[in-house]
């Protein structure tokens, strides 16, 4: 019994001791986007960016560079239009009408999102809707949040423990700072985990052995 109870100690303190990193996301350091010819990159092709796995996501969910991204948007806004605002640093995505973003962790753990930033279009007159769903313990779960025309808007999601999270819009939108928290399980807790799965298979033997032996 004691053996039991220090197992279930062990892998519980593997557990609570695991920390957090936590990021805003920008998108100046996706990996390709300095080098590239025209300033663009696809989150699709991003399996492990900030801890997250982006692979998911539709094919015109686009990462660029003010001067990459500023003459592609340039087929799309008018004059005076916030779309392709940058909240900071010289990076940020855009997302057009139809594409969905989607989240995983990039090593199987829970993860949180915080706040973002939206930027929509002048022409946007009745405004964008921006959708949400997300895995949390195997159920899920949606959401909305109406965007006003030509606005820059700050909106926290406040999830925390999801296994996933998209995101789509009902007009084209840029974004950027997204806040998102995932788990980094330290050495430490990995070997406590490590010990206590070692303690529960060796009760197992022992309990086989006691039952041969009878």
Known sequence: MKLKLLAAALLLGGAA???????????????????????????????????IDWTASSNWAIVGTTSGLGSYLDQLVTADSVLGRV??????????????VTLTSATNSLFSV???????NLRTDSGTLLSYSYERGGTTYAGSFALGANQVSTVNFNLTNVSSFSFWTSRDVSYDNLNVTTAVPEPASLALTGLGVAALAFKRRR????????
């Open 17 to 51: 001791m695991a920390p957090a990193s936590a990021a805003q996301i920008g998108f100046e350091d996706v990996p390709g986007l300095a080098g590239s010819a025209d300033g663009l990159a696809w989150l699709q092709d991003l399996s492990n960016y900030a801890g």
């Open 87 to 100: 909240a900071s640093g010289s990076a940020y995505a855009l997302l057009q009408s139809g594409e969905q």
């Open 114 to 120: 915080g706040e973002a930033t939206f930027s929509t």
């Open 207 to 214: 309990a086989q052995r006691q039952v041969a032996a009878a």
